[in-house]
């Protein structure tokens, strides 16, 4: 329905014009069944609150919502960046927000954000998109980050994070690694999951026995797996390369390892994956996989603004991971060496 109404809303619900107002501005003394009604009734009919009259209903707020699973890390930021900087050159201001992985949280974001954005950006990998969108008008442009597939046919920005752990086991193949353990993100992050089976395939692709370590992508995280792995150093069967899911986690393991003086990457190569802005400023300088986080988002506010000014885009555009070599996993001649760590 074009341009839905207030009463056309009240119509398809059964209920009140002033049942509909008090939903739809969040009051508390409402039952849950017809509050369920009115919302269901609001997103069939794509009706949008006004804010303001909505400028008569016709001219656009001049700003996006943007929904990311947190604000913390560079991962994020850098996300946020790159969507910033391309909407300030567009003239358009930012609605920002956090899901923390939480459903609840992710809709009541959506439903404060109808009636004042011309469009959403929403990453939300570990959130069922179309649970998120039932809240939402079909009539809302939205473009979506790393999320799961969904049936609404909404544009989608996706990482290939498969081919891209496969790429750096590849390469640490090819630079004399046999030895690599892989540092997961977190239990049930289907990122994580993702980068886990890439890897765990090109290992057996290579015919190589593949080790897991237990991961959250937090820095502390890295630490803890390099204390793991202290001990094994030595044997010349021990590992020889640490591939961590993301960049943050392999920095830590890299601290850590440089505190027990161990040589990166003499003794043991290490990679990770992302290319935060760290990657590069550390020493040795981290290899990893350049996934552009910033340039994500600003393509992301570049297919938005197609949508808002009318056109259509239901496509899913893969982002395949750029390898970039940087010192910490390769030497000139790479040959085991010992282990040489601090006492105690």
Do not use: W
């Not at 997961?184 to 890439?198: D, K």
């Not at 202290?230 to 390369?241: H, Q, T």
């Not at 802005?277 to 938005?304: K, N, Q």
């Amino acid at each position: 329905m074009a341009h839905a109404t207030i009463r056309d809303v009240a119509r398809e619900a059964d209920v009140s014009v002033a049942s509909v107002s008090r939903v739809l501005n969040g009051h508390s003394n409402v039952r849950p069944a017809v509050r369920d009604r009115v919302q269901a009734a609001a997103a069939a009919l794509g009706y949008v609150p006004h804010a303001g009259a909505r400028n008569l209903s016709l001219a656009r707020t001049n700003a996006i919502g943007v929904v990311l699973p947190d604000l913390h890390g560079e991962f994020f930021s850098e996300t946020a960046r790159g969507i910033d900087r391309e909407a300030s050159a567009r003239g358009l201001q930012l609605l920002l927000s956090n899901a923390h992985a939480d459903p609840a949280r992710a809709i009541e974001t959506l439903r404060t954000l109808r009636g004042r954005v011309d469009g959403v950006i929403v990453m939300a990998p570990d959130i069922d998109p179309d649970l998120l969108f039932a809240h939402l008008p079909a009539s809302i442009p939205a473009v979506l980050i790393n999320c799961r597939e969904n049936g609404n046919g909404r544009a989608e920005l996706r990482v290939d994070n498969v081919a891209g752990a496969a790429a750096m086991v590849d390469h640490l193949v090819a630079v004399g690694r046999r030895r690599i353990v892989h540092l997961a993100g977190p239990e049930g992050n289907r990122e994580a999951q993702a980068r886990v089976a890439g890897y765990c395939a090109a290992m057996a692709r290579y015919g190589l026995a593949p080790r897991v370590l237990p991961g959250d992508f937090f820095e502390e995280a890295g630490a803890a797996a390099a204390e793991t792995l202290l001990d094994e150093l030595d044997d010349p069967n021990g590992p020889d390369a640490l591939f961590a899911a993301n960049d943050m986690m392999a920095i830590g393991a890299m601290m850590r390892f440089r505190r027990a003086a161990v040589s990166v990457p003499g003794c043991i190569a290490i990679a990770g994956f992302d290319d935060v802005p760290l990657a590069r400023l550390i020493s040795p300088a981290l290899t990893t996989m350049r996934v552009d986080i910033a340039g994500i988002g600003a393509r992301a506010v570049v297919r938005l603004a197609t949508l808002i000014e009318g056109g259509t885009d239901h496509a899913v555009e893969p982002r395949i991971p750029e390898l970039v070599v940087r010192e910490s996993t390769v030497t000139a001649t790479y040959e085991k060496q010992p282990a040489r760590r601090e006492q105690g």
